[in-house]
C-alpha cells in the first residue's frame, strides 16, 4: 500500500513468529527499506498507528534490516541479515572516472565480541579512459598497498542501550534527543521522542501491555 498523496511503497504487519514488518519503498527506489523486529510481545495487531509510544530500547539483537540509499553515481548499504550478528556496511562510488568501493563486514561478529575486527574492503579504481597511461593515478587496494595498518572497526559490543568502543568510548542511545530527527509537521501523532517515545528505537511498535496474535504476513523484498 501507500501512504496517502505519497505513492511510496510502505507496508506495516504483524507476522508469524513474533515479528513485526515494517517495508518502505521498493528494490527500484533510490531510498528502501525491509525491517523485521523480533516482537517482546505487547503489539497490536491492527498496526493502526506506527508512531505509538514504544517499550524497546533499540536491541540490534532482535532486529533484521536491510536499507539502501542510491542515486546516479553511488549506491550505500547497511544489511544485517540475523539477529545475533553485525550488519555489512557497504559504500560504492562510480562517477565514470573513479570507481571507489568501501565495505565492512561485521557479519560473522556477535554483539558480544570486541575482540575480532571487521573484514575491511577499500579500493580506488581510476577507471575514466580518457586519462592518459603516462599521468594516469595508481589504482589503490587496502589489502595490497597498506605496509601496516590496525583495524578496529566492528570492534564494540553493546550491552543494555549502549555501544561500547575498544577505544573506551560509548554511544548510550537512551541520551539522544530524537525529536532532533523528526520533522512534527509530518508526524503530528508521533509520541514524544525526546523522553524515549517511540523515536528511542526499539524491539516494539505497540502502546500498552496485552499481547495478542500477529497475522500471516506478507513478506519482504526477498533480496
Known sequence: ????????????????????????????????????????????????????????????????IRQRVRDSESINEFLKDTLQAKPVITSIINDGQLLNTFIADMSGISYQDSVTAANITIT?????????????PDDFD????????GITGGRFIYSSGSYDYIDGS??????????SFCNPTQNLNASDASTGGWGSGGAD?????NTTGGSSGSGGWGW
Not at 36 to 46: A, K, V
Not at 142 to 147: A, C, E, I, K, L
Not at 205 to 209: A, F, I, L, R, T
Open 170 to 179: 560509548d554511544f548510550n542511545l537512551s541520551g539522544i534527543n530524537w525529536a
Open 1 to 64: 500500500m501507500s501512504n496517502g498523496d505519497d505513492r511510496t511503497v510502505f507496508l506495516q504487519e504483524s507476522v508469524s513468529g513474533g515479528y513485526v514488518h515494517q517495508l518502505i519503498g521498493s528494490p527500484d527506489d533510490d531510498f528502501a527499506q525491509d525491517v523485521y523486529i523480533l516482537s517482546s510481545g505487547c503489539c497490536d495487531t491492527s498496526m493502526d498507528d506506527p508512531f505509538g509510544r514504544g517499550t524497546g530500547a533499540a536491541n540490534p539483537t532482535r532486529v533484521i
Open 142 to 149: 587496502f589489502s595490497t598497498d597498506v605496509q601496516t595498518s
Open 205 to 209: 511498535y505497540c502502546e500498552g501491555g
Open 124 to 136: 580506488n579504481e581510476f577507471i575514466d579512459p580518457s586519462l592518459d597511461t603516462e599521468f594516469r
